[in-house]
T-cell receptor, first 115, second 114 residues
């Protein structure tokens, strides 16, 4: 039971390049999330997917797109990377709560540097 | 909007000292509350949670009580160890509150000296 896995672990991009961050979970969770973590900012929600086939914007969606490929996989794409997107990206998943928000389980993160 | 405020640190303590990390929140409904811990180079791990007022979450000697009247969820531990050195995040989640993600505080860096 691997939990939440992310690839790659590290990536360096030049401004304007594109890339896709991959995330997969093996806990049969319906909901999946992408966050970014910046120094002194905590974690901020980029996009989330409440269930297979649905995606919604979070707090900071500009410059990103997502795809919920199936129940297990949720990818984050940067179409034209900018230095402001230098960050650590975390994927998370959770079961859907019944009127309450359930805990989320996080992957190990992808450290992205855009030069 | 919803928000979480926590002491940012770094907080430096000696081993076996008593720990309190303050967390207060602002929310438009009745949130679930969480403490996560992040060790260097790793992702976030759930430490404890509480889903309704007066609930006490506990794990690995850490405790926090959901105080609706003071909108607080302070993290405490009676005797810290060097291995507790990490960054601690307080977070809230509100069902149906739009993004349905968690709202995090900025994190508290805890350093325990032997």
């Amino acid at each position: 039971n691997a939990g939440v896995t992310q690839t790659p672990k590290f990536q360096v991009l030049k401004t304007g390049q594109s890339m896709t961050l991959q995330c997969a979970q093996d806990m049969n969770h319906n909901s999946m999330y992408w966050y970014r973590q910046d120094p002194g900012m905590g974690l901020r929600l980029i996009y989330y997917s409440a269930s297979e086939g649905t995606t919604d914007k979070g707090e900071v969606p500009n410059g990103y797109n997502v795809s919920r490929l199936n129940k297990r996989e949720f990818s984050l794409r940067l179409e034209s990377a900018a230095p402001s997107q230098t960050s650590v990206y975390f994927c998370a998943s959770s079961v859907q709560g019944q009127g309450i928000v359930r805990e989320q389980y996080f992957g190990p993160g992808t450290r992205l540097t855009v030069t | 909007g919803d928000s979480v405020t926590q002491m940012e640190g770094p907080v430096t303590l000696s081993e076996e000292a008593f720990l309190t990390i303050n967390c207060t929140y602002t929310a438009t409904g009745y949130p679930s509350l969480f403490w996560y811990v992040q060790y260097p180079g790793e992702g976030l791990q759930l430490l404890l949670k509480a889903t309704k007022a007066d609930d006490k979450g506990s794990n690995k000697g850490f405790e926090a009580t959901y105080r609706k009247e003071t909108t607080s969820f302070h993290l405490e531990k009676g005797s810290v160890q060097v291995s507790d050195s990490a960054v601690y995040f307080c977070a809230l989640g509100i069902s149906g509150g739009g993004a349905d993600g968690l709202t995090f505080g900025k994190g508290t860096h805890l350093i325990i000296q032997p």
